[in-house]
């Protein structure tokens, strides 16, 4: 091995190992000469192959900075709880500042979590509600707490045959969404202190969970075409005591990839092998537009790791707030959490979507909102390409409804998002989506809304402010300003 | 001050900078006259001292031993965490099983935590449900995220003004029922290691939640007759750096006392010269027997500090799952960890709740339940001093459901539930209040189920199983036995 390749492998042990944080400025040049009594050209050669590698970040005049990149762990409290104490939790603050903008129905909401509320069937609904609602036995308080409505988990139980999986019912625990299921599995399986695997970009809750919990992240790349990065995994496991995987294999947010059912099983058998659990996130599942659910991880798994959460928010009812965990071998601890923390999901809601799910047709309207999604995932896809060409799409989601774009670097999302909002117009930046704020040029789109000249309007406008949103255009925006050059 | 007493005063201020932990055995005497240079008299009588201050318990051939007392810091992981991670967290493990059995219609519940669902308006309440459901705005997804809905928000804020409290409605934050409102306002005040002060007797989920939270308590005794020891409170902050405090004003639970409006006072006068918050846990509020509502602590606070909490859950809809907390200045930090935890309360509910609180005849039901409650508090009354002769009942509550018996020390009220629970009667060991493990010859009983033959013989066959309960009856329970000698 050359000399300059020996350096750059050294150094890389260095930054994987976390002993320098992620956004650290490296050694300088001289610096290094000095330390390792190597030649300026040594030096710089190893910078470059650091640079190849996407571990490191060329800041021009500044000198390297470690980039957001595999197996390097992230304490997310170090990090984000510095802003939380002052009261300015930065992730927290855009995730309440996207929110609060699509509270207003006014707000184009292409920042939306949910797709829109006109797709669900909310007057059938109501009518199971109101039917079942009438029906409630009183004993069901005391009957119906953790682990859930037995006719709910028995549908749902049914809805897991239906693709393939056997899935007892005995491990379902019904909770207040999925967000409350996922939340609970990952309290499930860490102690305050424990390294959770995180997706890279991925969803901002897990984030907050981890921060909340005072657990600490690994992040793993997701490629917006191939999805998570094994490898990268594999490598987090050998350098890591992780406790847990916090993962969405489906339609994931925000890229909207999908693992590949190899990639599943090889994800299954790597965690098994290290005796990792699995906290499985798949809400959007339900919502492909091919023939078929795409199996998720739990369908491959025999040991009980596997944590799947999902709920009906997404695709029947976001303000019922009904969703479970199949926890497998942790059902148990779960359920206690559960008990001690919201006691039990709200007892109309789980009949009234027992009682939907038996008598209203469910199957019928996914077909239909499967096939409203696809459309417009389509028609997205070709306003960005007229209205936004400084943006790459990469990826092209078979189901769920969002799409994540990519502009040039020097395009701050956070600056778009922004200047957006004061036209009206919500999106969601890249940088909620990973603890080392990487992804500062991306944005997520929410296609889940019936296709109209005002989103079209909306993408229009949206690309006449992407000139402003430059780093260069407005000094207002330097104090988050990151590498101009990216190696990746 | 004589010699005994000057000793005395050492040994006291060594147990309650906690330097001595609960249930710790105490030096004997020999060492004490060793130690000191004092005559077996002064040692004699500097315990005698310390046992009439509460402080220790003489065991017979064994020693003294520190009780639970004021002002003593109790770290509740290191109590209870070693069980925990075997998987038998004890407290837990004791609720889950009086869960279980309360589960069963066939039992009779005295061990319940919900009065009689046959009290609520089921019928009424779902016809309200019905009427709304079919009219939530699709929107309401989004618009009703914390702090929930307009509607409810403002019947609640209505329902304070009824009893002369200016709660503005922005301040009030729906949740998943009062157990997640008293969860979210200690997460929004306390760190992990936070030293929070709880009552003893108090609702264990206080307990559960700091042990959850890696948080330590302490314990502040309860008298069933006057309430909260106040100058042990003012005691402990005193010596212990407390950041929060969860205290039932109202009809707490277990004991059933309610503080006085002086005490109350005091109380909120003394958090605010110390700046420490007050979580309110005020669910039993409204099943007042007198005329009116007693003020809640919540009345008196001038700074923000009292984080007033409650539900519907012990008045009109347990299986609803709306409870709300009035934050204060912390509303925007519970919000917040809402949002983050379990997005929002289910829609459904909280708009036919509020349908039902403008429609439905609230006060006419309250009425109808609280003398219904307190008919049964004074049958239940005379069927104890009938068939539990050995139990003493201070506690006279004004309100709620729940009656607070104290037998003989060497009744091992664990040992009496797991005797009750095999003849299909579940009742709430004394045990499971307290992070100490004290009140072993304590239990409490729900009076909240419409009298019955079937209850009256369950309390006849519960004074029979008492004698078998007895410490020396039984060598199996040995190994949970406490102190024969109480001198408090």
Redesign the interface.
Known sequence: MTRYKTLAHTMAKEIRSGNIPVGARMPSLRHVIAQHGVSQSTASHAYYLLEEWGLVRAQERSGYYVTQGAGIAVDVKRKVRPDFESGK?DI?NL??SV?DA??H?GIV?LG?A?P???L?P??RL??S???S??L?S????????PPGNEQLRRQIALRYMGIGISQPMEEIVVT??A??AL?LCL?AVTR?GDVVAVEAPGFY?AL??IE?L?LRAVEIPVDPVTGLDLDALARALDTHPIKACWFMTNFQNPTGVTLSTEKKKALVELLARNEVPLIEDDVYGELHYQADYPLPARAFDRHGLVMHCSSFSKTLA?????GWAAAGRYTQEVQ??K???????????QV?IADYLQHGGYDRHLRKVRSALSTQRDLIRIAIRRWLPQAVVRSYPDGGYFIWLEFPDEIDAMALHRLAIAKGISITPGAIFSASRAFRNCIRLNYGHPWSTRIETAIRELGELVPAASRSAASTWSDNASPDIDSN
């Open positions: 939790f927290s995730v309440f929110f699509a509270k129905p909401p939306s949910f829109s509320p006109h669900f909310l007057r109501a009518k509600l109101a039917q609602a009438k409630i009183p004993w069901s308080t005391v009957v119906d707490l207040n969404g967000l409350e939340n309290m305050p809750a907050q969970a909340r005072d976001p303000g019922y707030r009904i206690r959490l008990l001690m923390t919201t006691l039990s999901a709200s007892i109309p809601a009234g």
